[in-house]
């Protein structure tokens, strides 16, 4: 598959272009607390990054719809003003992001994290202007579909021929949402996710580095 040939890139954020785990993870057991439970293992913790917060905490803390609520309003009491700034770009990530640009392609965010908060850490990292276009949901979770994410995103980019665009990500949301969406993806393997769920979702090919990421897009002659 020609993925150098590929103008138009949509990548998601947490697990792909930031590490951004313990922010995500220090927020989980924030909420926890607040809630009087026990703090759960990194096992549990892990899952939370990529899913809606809502359903996380209902479909791995066993929380009813009520208390679920509850635990994203305490979450977001503590990942708004300090979490979100607990995330590192992954090394070599920026300057492959560069050599994209310089190539003449066109990069988007397409994520289901809160695109204001997405937009703000893209911003605070100093990677904004990279991305043509930042898609994600709202707070209140509405719009956080992974193929109607895809879809604004291309919209956005202006993509007429979908054969012209690739999804990268970390996990089988991105791939099952690409799918879905009618574009190619490349799972990537130093985020959250796992070979298996990612070509089992439609994966077209995996990337174990972010060095191996900038060989798939630009070629075995790039530097």
Known sequence: MDFPGKRYLLFDLDGTIVDSQEGIFNGVRYAAERLGLERPPAATLRKFVGPALYHSFQEYMDLSPEDASRAV???????????????????????????????????????KKSEAVSRQILTELGLEHYFAAICGSDLRENHNDKRHILERAMEQLGVLDKGQALMIGDSFYDCEGARLAGIDSVGVLYGFGDEASMRAHGAAAIAASVQELRTLLLGSGSP
């Open 73 to 111: 309003e305490f979450y977001r009491e503590f990942y708004f003003p300090v979490g979100y700034r607990q995330c590192i770009v992954y090394p070599g990530m920026e300057e492959l992001l560069a050599a994209l640009r310089k190539e003449g392609r066109s990069a988007a965010l397409a994520t």
